[in-house]
């Protein structure tokens, strides 16, 4: 089992930036691929980026060049820095640990309880 605990969420106005924080707990999380993913009411849930355990990275089109993933093997935590935020990023925002590097969100096993995230206008 892997626990998984978001946190840095919040309100920021169009343009700002927000960090979010992914710790992860249990069994062993370095080899593991984290994503993080998001999801408004009533949507789809939607891959936002993904980072293995030898630290390749891919990106949705819509986040690439705002958003940066990394993740920290010593610390147990995975990093979502977000600048350049628009209302269309609004939507809570889901870390997720698997196997492999992925997408796709049913590859993923181990899914955090989530934080919101809320651009104004």
């Known amino acids: 089992q892997v626990q998984l605990v978001e946190s840095g969420g919040g309100l920021v106005q169009t343009g700002g930036s927000l960090r979010l924080s992914c710790a992860a707990s249990g069994r062993t999380f370095s080899d593991k691929a984290m994503g993080w993913f998001r999801q408004a009411p009533g949507k789809e849930r939607e891959f936002v980026a993904t980072i293995n355990w030898s630290g390749a990275i891919t990106y949705a089109v819509s986040v690439k060049g705002r958003f940066t993933i990394s993740r920290d093997n010593a610390k147990n935590m995975v990093y979502l820095q977000m600048n350049s935020l628009k209302p269309e990023d609004t939507d809570v925002y889901y870390c997720?640990?698997?196997?492999?590097?992925?997408?796709?969100?049913?590859?993923?096993?181990?899914w955090g309880q989530g934080t919101q995230v809320t651009v104004s206008s």
């Open positions: 997720a640990a698997g196997s492999v590097l992925a997408t796709n969100s049913r590859v993923y096993d181990y």
